[in-house]
Structure formats: structure tokens, C-alpha cells
């Protein structure tokens, strides 16, 4: 049996630019790991006719609804209004919450206002969620062949909240289909190359299912299989895999679900090693996203953001004459700046980029797109080029940060 | 008249976890410009069955249907076939589209595969968009009530499309509405608390609506205004902003729908100044955050991540005697990591963090969430220490970057 799932986002600020849903995609992830198939993400408006019919929809055609936000203390927050409307009753207060949200304000010197009660008040028959880290409580409830829970918007509040009381409910939910999933990330092909090479897998309704993702040039191909056990699943998922990888050769160039910057931080973890970073053209990018890593700083030593020649020569030891003979974009700058970044971080292995992401700053000898970048290690230091197209700023410094993630893991050279 | 406008996102990847769904975000942002009111984003999975009833639902509902992916050359992008389907007739092969797609690839030297055929074929009736930065041509056609636009879910394909074929129609499409937006930004009291402030303004079916979001430890009060034309739209935004400011007092701290990171760098434009940054607990977040702004270079001089203590010695030139007596968390390591920001890096204005980001690393003195900032300019360098709650790493990295957009702002000294 299928338990399938719907997730549904309220709030104007994400329909109207000002917030990016990153909540359904959590939840998504979690709830497919417990065992549900998730078909469907909404996300809607504040307004009271639209939430009513999203609502109504999932509950409709889903087992397994989360909805998250529209329960704060104001006026715009509606959802325990909409979801009592669908049930054909009215609000209750509820004298517990309203105590929790008091001690949550209280506790941390914060008036009470009056208009936080609003937060206390529960659609009929709903089985009330403390929030241990916010004041939104939230709740669930069956609205017609859904277990609906309604989680807060706020991501950690949210978060929190669905563990304790969402996903222990759907992994006990009877018939629930454990589901796994393997990954292998693809570097050289085109999408349709690699569509054709291994197309017999890409069957509709086969499990494990096989499908492609292209995404800032690099392809992952996606096992998805489900089965009565969790253990089953993956190996299930792991026999596809071991059909796939002949078939895959060289182009195969890593493995799982994890994100790039945690496979370096890994490889370097296992390879005992540490790193420095010396940016220009990535501006932090690479640095910011090995220091999301929980457990980078056994290997991430630091970075330097140099966009001005100065700082390249100041706090890399770039020599000025260095950059006057070859320009701030060159080979022989890239390859001062990992080797003054190895020896300031005193780290073992330093990376550096420098280069031209546009819109400004191309030249018909070096255009928009151009980027060095230089490894410097024990063994030395290698320096190469890159023309990356030029699509845009932020697909050159994308692309620039993805090759730096390659070499970490490939080793130095040019792909 | 309104044109109701709905975004649908298609594909596996982006329900289960590869990648989330920044296009309906965008879109909605320059629909709603171009005049369309959007109430709802669907993100569907590529089942045939579940896109064809997300599909049908949104087209039934809306004037205007923007889809996204689902439009590559391989068996699991199934938009086309789903589209003909909805229509009733069979999908039929376009030479010019076919043309430009072998064109896309040949120019850059790449092969041809057949497979890539599939992405010529059009639903009935469909009028074909070329794609100026990729293979996937997408199209325009009537289905139900709604022009459904179809266009490939590589974003900066998307882009480049949906700027060309989508926009321009929504514009001159009769009856449209302009919509205008203000945003207030506030620090200090509590959601409720502004909630209760502005209670009058917030009521349903106002125009301009009022709304809060919070985000960060930031609230944002919203005021979104429809009108005949964009410029009664917007003056009816700012008639309701004149009212809310002198209810907001000191609690108002900045204004305009742009990022912080755009605030500091055209306030540091304005003022001639230039900025570098030393970070250790935000791990490179304000730096990152203030490249991507266009026109970051005017100002921006450069910024060094300091993880480890020989990193602040060695390129910030932090005495280690200074480390060793008050510890690398504090006002004493903070002002110094400023000032050798400030020489190093040739600036006028220098910002530091350093601070126990958690999980590990916090004493009873100095427990997680502790951080201490420190700016140096051309008067001095001050440095200040907060108190951020334990409510995980990334929150007290994104309250610590925060706090950091407020100084750069609104001047030292602690919020």
C-alpha cells in the first residue's frame, strides 16, 4: 500500500518575492524517508478563498497532509480559521497552548499582548503540538481522507515540530512503503547522451525508478525505489546502481545524496588533509559553502575574499609585479595566490580562482568567462584556465565554484 | 478585471529533495510587476497522472498558467506528452524548433543525439519559443479557461523566455492591473506586537493589503497595492506607507523591497566609503552575501575567513598573546581581527566576527551563541559582544550575519 503525501506553504511573502519556500522541500525529504510517496507541493496566498480550496484539494487526494505557516498572532494568519471552516466548526481556545505561549514570551522578558491568544485557538477536534522553540503551536487533525498536521512557517520551529509529532505518526501509519534512494553524479556527457546510454532504465513506472537532473553542470542520475523493508529498498536501489555504473565508465565521478562541499570535506577528512581558499571571481562562495559543512572546521583552515589587487598582494603575498606583467587574471596570479593562501592558513592543500564574471571587466584576450585557478600542495603548484561561457554572472561563478568542488575531489587538471 | 496567474513547477528532483524550486519565486515576482495577481504555485512530481491533474486544476482556475521543466531531451520529461494529452491530440514535430536545437548543439561542438528529436515535438496548436541559451524550445498554448506558457526549468533559460514570450504578453493582455509594493522594515518589538501597532491597517480585502512576515530577526510590514496604472498603484502603496511611519517611531530601520546586503553596499556607495570583513563564526556569509550584490567591487575591498587561530594571527595579524589572554571569542581578538581588516585589506570601514556558532565549543562564560563583533574606522574600533539563543548553528550564524547588515547600517554599537 502507498501512503501518499501532499505539502502545502501559506503566505503571501512567498508567493509575492519576499521569502523562497525551503520548508516543503524539508519536509518532503523526511516524509519519503518515513515511508510516504510525496506527489504534490502547493503553495498559496494568504487569501482565505484560495487557502480553503488548496486545502480542500490535498485533503481530498492525499493520506498525508503537512501544511506550515499562517499561524502566527496577526490578523493575515488564517490557517486555524480555514481549517475550522472546513471542518463546519468553530474555533476552540485552548487553555494549555495559551499558557505555553505565555511562558515562551515570559520566559524571555517579553510582553504578552492580547493578540497572541489567537495563537490558542484550535479548529474542532484538533489534538494541539507545543512549540518548544516559538510560540506558534501547532496541530492535527482529519479532514476527509487526510491526517492533516499544521506546523508554524518558521523553518526551525517547523522543523522541530514535525520530528516530534509528524513523521513518528506517518512511520507508524499501517502499509507504509519504505522508500531509498542512490545517486550518482555525472560529469562529461550531455543530458541526452546520458539519456540514451541508459535509456532502458528510464522506463515510467519502473522500480526502483531512474531518472536524470541536470543542474549547474553537473548530471545526477537518481535511483528511487521503494519496497516492504527500508533494507529492501536499498538494495533494491543498490542493484540498479551496480546495473548503471559499466554503463557509466569515466563519467561517473561520485556518489550519494550528500552535496558536493560535504564529499570534499569528507575526502579531505579521510585523506587527513586541510584546506585554504583564495577567492576572487567565487567571492566566499566556496568558503561559505565548505563552513555549512557541520565538521569543516577539522579541515577548512580559511579563505580570503580578494577582490582588490591590494589585498591580493597584502594578505597573499602577492607580488605587484606579478599582476603587472600577467593581469589580475592569469595563471601566474592564481598560482601566487594558492601558494600565499598555503602558507598564511598553513594548510596542506590551498585552492584559488581569479577571473572575469562579468558583466564588466572582458577583453577580446580574456572575455567575461575567463577564470584561473591554481592548487598548490606538498608536490606543488598546478595552474589552468577556464572559458566558461558567458550566461550571466551568476552561471560563471556557479560554474567556477563547481569546478573548484571537481578538482577538490578529482584531483588538479582541467575536466 | 484581474488576471489570476498560477505557477507550476514540474519534476522528481524537485519533490524529492535534489533541488528546490527557485523559478515559481522569480516568476511570481515579475508576473505580479507585469500586472497578474498570483495565488498559488504547484510543484508536481513527473507522474503522468499527478501532472495531468496539476495541470487540468490550474488551467480550470487561472487566466494565465506558467510551467516549468520537464522539457529535456530523456523519457522522464514528460510536460509535452501530459500538455497533449490535456488537449487531446497527438504531439506534432516541428522542423524549425528541431533546426535550432541541432543548431544549439553543433555550434558548440557537441554531437547530436536522436534523442534530442523529442524536444521539437510540439502539443497541438502550440505556438513554439525559441530558446536563445539552450536546447529545449518551449512553447505558448490555450488550455481551458488559461494561456498556458511552458518553459524549461533551467532557470537562466527560464529567464531568458519567460522575458521574451511571457511577460510582454501579460502586459498587453486587456484588463490587467498594476501592482506596486512597499516594504518597511522593522527591528525591535515582537510580531504580535507590530501586529497589535498596526492592527487597522491589516484588515481583509484592504487595498493596499498590509501584511508582516518575519524572517531573521527581521519583520518586514508589506504593503501591496493594485491600480488602474503602475503609478496610482504605487502612490496608494506610499500613501499607506506616510500613515504607517509615524506609528512605527524608532522600530523602522530601513526601506525597499531590495535584500540588506543591496541596503550596505548603496549606503557605502553614497557615503564614498569601502568595507572588508573578517569573519570567523559567519564563516564567510557577509562576504558571500555582499559580492552577489551588482556593483559590489565600488566598495568592497576583500574579507578573510578566519576559522583557525594562526589564520587570525598569521593574515590579520592578531597578536597571539592576545588570543591566549581573553580567548579566541572576544571584544579584545574581535577589534583586533577589524583593524587588520581594515590595514590589510585598505579599507575605511572594517567588520569582524568571532563567536561559538555550536554545537560544541561553549563554556559556562562563554556558551553557544555567543558572538562578538568589533568595527574599526577611521574615528576608532569598537567592539560589542551578543547574546544570540542557542536555537542552532544556523540561526545563530544568520542572527550573527544579521546583526551585521544592522551595524553596517545604522552604525555601531550593540542593537
Known sequence: MTILAEILAV????????????????LAGELEAAGAVVQRFTVTSDDPAAMREAFAGACARADVVVATGGLGPTLDDRTRDVVADLLGGP????????????????????PVPESNRRQALMPPGARPFANPVG???????????????????????????????????????????????????????????LGERIEPFMVPGRNPAVGITASGGLLTIRIVGTAPT????????????????????????????????????????ARGLTLAVAESCTGGAIANRIVDVPGASAVFRGGVVAYANEAKEALLGVPRACI????????????????????????????????????????????????????????????????????????????????????????????
Open 230 to 269: 527500508a533494507a529492501a529498498a536499498a538494495e533494491a536501489c543498490e542493484a540498479t546502481a551496480r546495473e548503471l555504473r559499466p554503463l557509466l565508465g569515466a563519467w561517473l565521478f561520485a556518489e550519494g545524496t550528500v552535496e558536493l562541499p560535504e564529499l570534499v570535506v569528507a575526502a579531505f577528512k
Open 135 to 193: 510560540t506558534a503551536p501547532g496541530f492535527g487533525v482529519r479532514v476527509d481522507r487526510a491526517q492533516l498536521y499544521v506546523l508554524p512557517g518558521v523553518p526551525r520551529e517547523m522543523q522541530v515540530m514535525a520530528k516530534d509529532h509528524v513523521l513518528p505518526a506517518v512511520r507508524s501509519m499501517p502499509g507504509i512503503t519504505p522508500l531509498a534512494q542512490v545517486w550518482l553524479r555525472v560529469l562529461g556527457p550531455s543530458e541526452a547522451a
Open 11 to 26: 503566505g503571501d511573502e512567498l508567493i509575492h518575492g519576499a521569502l523562497l519556500d525551503t520548508n516543503s522541500k524539508w
Open 324 to 415: 603587472e606583467a600577467h593581469g589580475a587574471v592569469s595563471e601566474q596570479v592564481a598560482a601566487a595566490m594558492a601558494e600565499g593562501a598555503r602558507t598564511g592558513f598553513r594548510a596542506d592543500v590551498a585552492l584559488a580562482t581569479t577571473g572575469i564574471a562579468g558583466p564588466d571587466g572582458g577583453t577580446p584576450e580574456k572575455p567575461v568567462g575567463t577564470v584561473c585557478f591554481a592548487v598548490a600542495d606538498a608536490t606543488g603548484t598546478k595552474a589552468w584556465t577556464m572559458r566558461i561561457p558567458d550566461l550571466g554572472r551568476a552561471f560563471v561563478r556557479d560554474r567556477a565554484v563547481f569546478e573548484s568542488w571537481r578538482v577538490l575531489l578529482q584531483g588538479r587538471g582541467s575536466g
Open 91 to 110: 474555533l476552540v481556545f485552548d487553555e494549555a497552548s495559551w499558557a505555553q505561549v505565555r511562558h515562551w514570551l515570559g520566559s524571555r522578558g517579553r
